[in-house]
């Protein structure tokens, strides 16, 4: 009995191939670091100022921080960005617009809810990401790491004291997938 592994690309007919697996994690990460840009820059339009408004200027440097680093690997591996940009600016302004209008914890519900998406998001890439993408998989264990920090810092100002928070979070955690999945094919 033969148990070595068969000749071959690993993945299945259908499936990206390697070089198209990178190029989807860095358009993905790029345009999910611009969304949260975005989704901050919304907050701040609106949140009074305060501890919870301190806490989201913090965590728009890190993902200002995140985004250039995402512009610099687009750049480098001349990886095509998302077609869905435009959309990501106006959307992911809205939602941190909205969360806000609806108060400090439901901004901060937001916070908590894109940032558990991102975390498993993250965890997958790393999976799927071998030896030969060093710099890559430290790069996403290291934002991985800041989100997390993002989502505590979240917890600790009152998520789960937002209004509707189940309804609010499972909203805000499906449209993130979804944006996900959009980001990574177009």
């Known amino acids: 009995m033969n148990n070595s592994q068969p000749d071959g690309p690993a993945y299945l007919p259908g499936d990206p191939d ?3 697996r990178i190029a989807r994690i860095i358009r993905v990460d790029q345009a999910g670091e611009f969304g949260a840009v975005r989704i901050y820059a ?12 301190d806490a989201v200027k913090e965590m728009a440097v890190q993902e200002q ?11 480098a591996r001349q990886v095509r960005p998302t077609v869905l940009g435009p959309l990501w600016h106006v959307a992911g302004f809205a ?12 901004a901060m519900a937001c916070t908590v809810a894109v940032e558990e998406v991102i975390d ?3 965890a997958d890439q790393l999976e799927l990401l071998d030896e030969n993408e060093p710099e890559l998989r ?25 209004p509707a928070y189940p309804l609010l ?14 980001s990574e094919r177009f």
């Open 18 to 20: 390697p070089a198209e």
């Open 42 to 53: 919304g907050q701040r339009a609106i949140l009074p100022q305060g501890p919870t408004a």
């Open 65 to 75: 921080q995140h985004l250039e680093t995402f512009n610099r690997q687009v750049a």
């Open 95 to 106: 939602l941190g617009a909205s969360t806000a209008l609806l108060g400090e914890k439901a």
């Open 120 to 122: 498993t998001h993250y």
């Open 138 to 162: 430290e790069i996403i264990t290291k934002f991985r790491d800041d989100e997390l920090e993002h989502r505590d810092t979240a917890l600790e100002q009152g998520a789960e004291d937002a």
């Open 169 to 182: 979070s499972a909203t805000i955690k499906s449209v993130s997938r979804f944006a996900i999945w959009l």
